[in-house]
């Protein structure tokens, strides 16, 4: 996602300090004041280092991929969609290869706006047996 | 004569699922699937009702695939899905099968276009139905013969199960929000096709 937005200019368009979930660091954005930190030891770490960096702030997660990975290993509290109404018939599902088993969700939000409905929803965690 | 709209209705997990994995006649939701119908029956908000019997007396007659017939007639019975409404059910089939319910609401028509010239002619100044299964749906949107979408999006993810927005092609079909009611159970969602 950092490559498909262009590293968003040099600046990611909420002005926050952003993770990346990477294989391969590229070294030209590796320098004093740049917002981007990359984590090459996978997304459960890139989640503790974003945390930190949070403090009591919430962590957001983009791309379809990196977002499947979290859900499947448990870590998302929160999914918001924004829900554009059209139909694009191919391209990058959100949904997909999650491997999961039914996930139960507690819809948090709904905001109607021109073109976009704005839906949240709660993840609910399963009890942990004992 | 006012024209009545073709709309295609169904409940959906949020994961884009209309029904569970190992879909099966004794299990024609699959495996859990009838979370996805839960907002339906014995909700505790008026509002899911309201829904429902809205779209009980705005239609006229219901256009169904042969596996969903198949699979829900055990269930239907002679009455079909909007039970004692005993609204007309057009059956999109290659073939009518050897037994059918006596005095059943079924008429069994080949081809979407056939089953929905039969279905508009049955509904007179009313909305029909699409209600699926899914490959039905892709037929119809694909044909340009649907004006809603209506979505009951369930908060749940299912992983896995009958995708409902499949083999549509890649060309972009352009929709309008018309209407949204939340409840706690679905998120009831109207969307025309624009044309």
Known sequence: MFDVAGAWGGKHPMDVPVIVVTHTIPQEWVKAGSPFTFVTDGVASAVERAKKVAGDKNVGVGGADITRQRLKAGLLDEIQIDLVPVLLGSGVRLFEHLGIEPVELERTKVIEAPGVTHLGFRVVKKEKPG | ?195
């Open chain 2, 1 to 195: 004569m006012k024209m009545g709209k073709v709309i295609f209705d169904i409940s959906m997990s949020l994961d884009g699922f209309v029904t569970a994995s190992n879909q099966r006649p004794e299990e024609p939701m699959g495996d859990g699937g009838q979370r996805l119908h839960e907002w339906a029956f014995g909700g505790a908000d008026d509002r899911d009702r309201e829904v429902l019997a809205k779209g009980g007396s705005t239609t006229g007659a219901v256009i169904a695939g042969r596996r969903t017939y198949d699979d829900s007639v055990p269930w239907w019975g002679t009455d079909g899905p909007t039970g004692t409404a005993r609204l007309p059910v057009f059956v999109v089939s290659h073939s009518v099968p050897e037994k059918t319910p006596e005095g059943g609401v079924y008429t069994f028509v080949d081809g979407i276009e056939a089953a929905l010239a039969r279905a508009k002619a049955a509904a007179g100044d009313k909305d029909v139905t699409v209600m699926g299964g899914a490959d039905i749906a892709q037929q119809f949107i694909r044909a340009g013969l649907v004006d809603e979408i209506s979505i009951h999006l369930v908060p749940v993810l299912f992983g896995s199960g009958t995708r409902l927005f499949e083999r549509l092609g890649s060309e972009h079909i352009q929709l309008e929000t018309i209407e949204v009611i939340e409840t706690a159970a679905a998120t009831h969602l109207r969307f025309r096709i624009v044309k």
